[in-house]
């Protein structure tokens, strides 16, 4: 098995691996550039275009390409613990002293430890943390309202699932699963078939079987509604929490200290 330290310096196509990645997001989101868009709007509205950013379940560091690009200035740390995704971020940023990764399981309580400072402009994160359970998360943001800085943000783009509204959530989801069938007909990877991928591949095949070590297939989290997570975040230090931005299965949240 290869060492995750030696996988990002074999030789492998970064940026095709990138591209793929959002390709198979973009599956299930057709609109995720534009909540990044927004977010990364808010972020220039409410902390400036240099700002310390906390790219939190970075995955391969989808957030911190957007950020950079739109703020050359800006600095991010990635936390993740999935070593393949991981691996993929670290190739890709290899030698900008503006980024750096930290190798962390978000369900530990001391995983901030390893973070290279004590507080951020913002924390940023997309798509990842309805993978924890609801007390997990709730901790989450407890250790995330300590990291923000006064007047900093935190922003969750994520699916969030109001359970009042039944006949809408069916019908919604109904259309997404007709087009996202059309799409994969069309030659568009899942998530199955993009690990499979990675899995064969001579660089990410050991990183790969590892964060099946850690996962396993998929970890099945909760999805409550918008105010449930407001509710949390006012009440682990956020003084305004909304939703900057929705579509009719996700929803952006900030959350201002």
């Known amino acids: 098995m290869t060492d995750a330290n030696t996988t990002t310096t074999a030789a492998a196509d970064w940026h095709a ?8 997001q973009e599956w299930y989101m057709p609109d995720r550039e534009e909540r990044f868009r927004v977010m990364l709007d808010m972020v ?3 902390v400036g275009t240099s700002p310390r950013v906390l790219d939190l379940a970075c995955g391969t560091g989808s957030i911190t390409a957007r ?15 999935d070593p393949a995704l991981l691996a993929i971020a670290e190739g890709t940023f290899a030698g900008d002293d503006r980024v750096s990764f930290v190798t962390a399981d ?9 973070l290279p400072y004590d507080s951020y402009d913002a924390v940023l994160t997309a798509t990842a943390l309805h993978w924890l359970h609801k007390e997990p998360l709730a901790d989450l943001y407890g250790h995330i309202a300590g990291l923000v800085r006064d007047g900093g943000v935190f922003m969750n783009a994520d699916h969030m699932i109001d359970d ?4 809408i959530n069916a019908a919604e989801r109904a259309l997404r699963h007709a087009r996202m069938d059309q799409a994969k007909r069309d030659g568009a990877l899942d998530w199955a078939q993009w ?3 990675a899995a064969a591949d001579p660089v990410l095949a050991g990183p790969t079987a590892r964060r099946y070590e850690i996962y396993g297939e998929h970890a099945d989290g909760d999805m409550p509604p918008v105010a449930w997570h407001a509710d949390v975040l006012r009440d682990k230090g956020f003084g305004e929490v909304r939703p900057v931005w929705c579509s009719p299965s996700d929803t952006l949240l900030l959350a201002l200290k």
């Open 164 to 167: 009042s509204t039944p006949r």
């Open 17 to 24: 691996w990138q591209e793929s990645w959002d390709r198979q």
């Open 67 to 81: 950020l950079l690009a739109r703020f050359p200035d800006a600095t991010s740390t990635g936390v993740d613990l």
């Open 195 to 197: 690990w499979q991928l």
């Open 44 to 46: 220039e509205a409410l």
């Open 106 to 114: 978000l369900k530990d309580p001391a995983w901030a430890a390893a």
